[in-house]
């Protein structure tokens, strides 16, 4: 990766019991030239936080579990402190690739947009197990209903943002549901967006963490409560 490409990018990774994955995830990252990597450990009680340490991220600490909604905001507010211009979020079980970031911050680099938004159903479709596929799709039907964003992949956590669309952005819900929370102030903004083709890395261990049917109700209950509340 270029250093022109790299600098001023910030990559932001919430993390909760992420040992076993986080310090490759990281390493990775460090290794392909993204130099600043910041892990928020979300209250972990295992060694997430030394070891993505070890690994070169930057590391934010919760004391207890808040959520990876608030874990991603307090990422984002810690990288535009350190004057980021533009802001990736990134999962810490391995399922995004580090070799889909550039793609995704250099539109905004350029000036074309303020987001991308990584969307597996551009290209990569038939890589995504049925039933995982089924949910998706479910979740893209509920985006357009409620925020009226054209999107193929609503609940897809690989994003870039640009400095002025992140400052834009307040995170209020602290769990899965600030997905579409985010998605809601992107297409409020104003500001251009656009999707861009990634592949998910489907594994063992990003299986055993996903979103099930019943997580999908609770988030949308909670992202209905968010916006009654709000």
Known sequence: MSESIAKDVFVIIAAYHEEVAIGEVVGGL???????????????????????????????????????????????????????????????????RVEDLAAMVTPILKGEVHACLGSRFLEHADAIPLSRRMLLRGAVIFSRLVSGASLTDAHNGYRALSRTMAEQLDISLDRMAHASELIDQIVRSGLAWREVSVRIRYTAYSRSKGQGASAAFRIVFDYLLGRMLG
């Open 30 to 96: 460090v290794s392909a030239g993204w130099r600043d990597v910041v892990v928020v450990d979300d209250g972990s009680s295992d060694n997430t936080a030394a070891v993505a340490r070890q690994a070169g991220a930057h590391v934010l600490v919760h004391p207890i579990n808040r959520g990876q909604g608030a874990a991603l905001q307090t990422g984002i507010t810690w990288a535009l402190e350190q004057g980021a211009e533009v802001l990736v979020t990134f999962d810490a079980d391995g399922q995004h």
